[in-house]
């Protein structure tokens, strides 16, 4: 699945870009899930005093709303982006105003100081209410997302990639880069998404059918229980692929 985020503060055109993009990759055929980060603190779907909140406040730990039109699962805390990804099975994941990723990020921006505010390597375009005005920042195009939205998707299609393991920048590094040192690196053409090693791991684990991402420390750690152990058994056969299932 490849990822993109729409950053930007408040009132720049964020959503309206978000809505274009989404509707230009429908109609080329792509699936498209997206993510909304809310910074507002106090924010909650749940109402105080509906069922669910009492069902929640009585100590259900995951509460789900069960309606003919909809299916919402409350849980009660901010998950990590990769867990929530693992409800996605779509080519493109469009998030808006999350910044915490490695995913390659358009800036929707009012004037400069809005550009300035989010500018980082990992900007492949800027757009929103200042591309009224001005059509390069930096070296960075500035597309409208209303009157030139092939260009802006066509430069979507080429810059963004699966989406990176974002693993904690001291855990890893065994492509020589932290996750958003590679993505940047992508992005400019300097490197492959196939360079992070988790792409094809020597070591796969799954909970529920669900890859779980180990970086290679952790992978060897693994290896290397599993076949000290294996290694001792009738049947075992030196480079043979070995499978484990563990039930419960
Ligand atoms: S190898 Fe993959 S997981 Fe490790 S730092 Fe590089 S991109 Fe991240």
């Known amino acids: 699945m490849r990822g993109l985020s729409v ?5 720049s055109g964020k959503t309206t870009t978000i809505e274009n993009i989404i509707g230009e990759l429908k109609r080329r055929n792509y699936s498209v899930g997206s993510i909304k980060e809310i910074h507002f603190h106090a924010f909650k779907m749940d109402i105080e005093g509906t ?32 867990e929530i990804f693992k409800f996605y099975n779509h080519d493109f994941v469009i ?5 915490d990723t490695s ?16 500018l980082d390597e990992s900007v492949i375009a800027i757009s929103g209410v200042i591309s009224n ?3 390069e920042y930096k070296g960075i195009p500035v597309i409208n997302s209303l009157t030139n939205l092939k260009e802006l998707v066509d430069l979507i299609e080429e810059k963004t990639f699966k989406l990176l393991p974002d ?18 690196a992508i992005i400019n053409g300097e490197a492959s998404r196939d360079d992070c090693v988790l792409s094809s791991p020597a070591v796969i684990l799954k909970i529920n059918g669900n890859d779980i991402p180990m970086v290679p420390f952790v992978q060897s750690i693994l290896k290397n ?13 030196d480079n043979g692929e070995i499978e484990v299932c563990i039930r419960r």
């Open 103 to 118: 995913a390659p990020k358009i800036i929707a921006a009012q004037d400069i100081e809005g550009i300035e505010s989010r």
């Open 225 to 237: 229980t599993v076949e000290a152990i294996v290694g001792e058994l009738d049947g075992y056969v």
């Open 167 to 184: 693993v904690n920048d001291e855990c890893c590094k065994a492509c020589g880069y932290t996750c958003s040192e590679l993505g940047v």
């Open 133 to 135: 005005e001005i059509k």
């Open 7 to 11: 950053i930007g503060i408040s009132k």
């Open 51 to 82: 069922n669910t909140d009492r069902h929640r406040k009585a100590g259900a730990t995951l509460v789900t709303a069960r309606g003919d039109h909809e299916t919402d699962i409350l849980f009660q805390e901010k998950l990590p982006l990769n």
């Open 95 to 99: 998030m808006e105003g999350v910044r």
